[in-house]
């Protein structure tokens, strides 16, 4: 790591301007924000960072380049979730953030190239994932950062949940999430079903003031990498794509898109990315809640009811993400199958939901290592009437499966937290306003 100057002249921030960067991080704002924007070249990496009372910008070039980032890309879209983050390159590239940033600082990550579809902020930093010493946003580019700012709503009272995956492709803990999240706030409305269609949401969304503080979809997410801006959400009559967003003017505070590879775009000139996350942002929405590769269900539902309501509480977007991932991750099998036994007995009386968390409780019985309990709900699920021919032949499977394997010696108990591995609490991130 080495000091090193600027690549072309005035680069940071594309148009943006340090020293109104700086006033305004510095003015009204009681939490220190420090911003670290990087280059890719084919060797090295630059790195910019700012922080509000600097004179002027810090930079540093590090001995990693393009062909080894889009290696780690690869590796983490492939599930190696774990293996990319301990490479070195990457630890490389996050270590001048502790020097930068004070622990509890939100530090803000303008990655370049690769490094947005990596999870930058569950890299080691200091013996730790960033993400335990510092709120962690990302942002397309920093001259986007001001624009989000001003965009700024500080509303949270009401949310308006979407359910609408494509018939054929069924969520099973869609509309499960759908509930736990409309629980959490004092004003709700879910869309689900046939109702939940892509003409529909334009026509809502076009309103100018649509009343509604929070927008969250549980649905298929679709990264198109040779129209990136066909990339979005699969509905029940089709796709609502990043060029749709675009055409709307989103008056909320926050969008949450609880799908898989929400947050993945294609590189643009400069440093964007071009995708469903820019159009959010360009659309008028502050902030927006993505995903950066294909999502565990009930890990995401667990994780984004936990982050609302920490929002709720009061805390910054910023915050509450943080502390979502951090309980998610200690989180043990025991704790899991209380809250998952605790929507359970909300949903009484609902048999495809209830058929929905009994599966999810067999398999945290069975991989917690207790075959007896996973048993009696794998027939429970199969015997429902609400599930499907394919779900009931996956649930009868899986009393095979456990038959066999107690005979052969018995299930062998996972490690005490069944979301302890960054894929399941790291997919998620924040890029825009983190307030």
């Known amino acids: 790591m080495q000091s090193a100057p600027l690549p072309t002249g005035e680069w940071f921030g594309r ?3 340090f020293r109104e960067f700086r006033v305004e991080t510095a003015v009204r704002v009681m939490t220190r924000l420090v911003l670290v924007e990087y280059f890719v070249t084919d060797d090295e990496t630059y790195i910019v960072a700012v922080a509000p009372e600097w004179e002027a910008p810090e930079t540093l070039a590090v001995a990693v380049g393009a062909d080894e980032l889009a290696e780690l890309a690869r590796a983490v879209a492939a599930g190696e979730v774990a293996a990319a983050l301990e490479h070195r390159g990457l630890a490389r590239l996050l270590a001048p953030v502790a020097r930068w940033a004070r622990p509890e600082d939100v530090v803000y990550l303008v990655p370049h190239q690769a490094m947005h579809r990596l999870p930058l902020q569950a890299v080691q930093v200091e ?7 510092n709120p962690v946003m990302t942002v397309p580019s920093a001259s986007v950062l001001r624009y989000c700012r001003a965009k700024r709503k500080a509303r949270r009272e009401s949310v308006m949940v979407v359910t609408g995956p494509a018939e054929n492709r069924p969520l099973a803990l869609g509309q499960m999430q ?8 004092r004003s709700s409305q879910v869309v689900s079903g046939r109702g939940a269609s892509r003409a529909y949401l334009m026509d809502v969304l076009s309103e100018p003031d649509g009343g509604v503080d929070v927008l969250h979809f549980t649905a298929h997410g679709v990264f198109d990498p040779d129209d990136p801006m066909r990339s979005g959400l699969e509905l029940v009559d089709g796709r609502l794509t990043a060029a749709d967003v675009l055409s709307l003017s989103l008056d909320v505070d926050l969008v949450t898109l609880g799908a898989c590879d929400s947050g993945i775009g294609a590189d643009l000139p400069g440093d964007n990315m071009l995708g469903l996350t820019w ?27 936990r982050f609302y309501t920490e929002l709720r509480s009061g ?12 309980w998610l991750r200690t989180q043990t099998f025991r704790d899991v199958l209380a809250l998952v036994a605790a929507s359970r007995d909300q949903f009484a009386g609902e048999p495809f939901l209830e058929a929905t968390v009994l599966e999810q409780e067999a398999w945290l019985h069975a991989a917690s290592g207790n075959p007896g309990a996973a048993l009696e709900r794998y027939r429970a699920v199969a015997a429902s009437p609400a599930v499907s021919s394919a779900r009931r032949e996956r649930a009868e499977s899986r009393v ?36």
């Open 279 to 305: 159009a959010l942002l360009y659309a008028g929405a502050p902030s927006a809640l993505v995903s950066l590769w294909q999502v565990d269900e009930l890990a995401s539902s667990l994780l984004l009811t």
């Open 315 to 326: 805390v910054s977007k910023a915050q509450a993400l943080r502390a979502a991932q951090l």
């Open 178 to 185: 759908s509930l736990l999240v409309a629980d959490v706030f």
């Open 127 to 133: 013996g730790t994932a960033l993400i335990e010493r």
């Open 400 to 435: 095979r499966q456990i038959r066999v394997t107690a005979q052969l010696g018995g299930l062998r108990a996972a490690p005490g937290c069944p979301f302890a591995d960054p894929r399941f609490w790291a997919p998620f991130f924040l890029s825009g306003d983190w307030l």
């Open 15 to 17: 148009g943006s301007n």
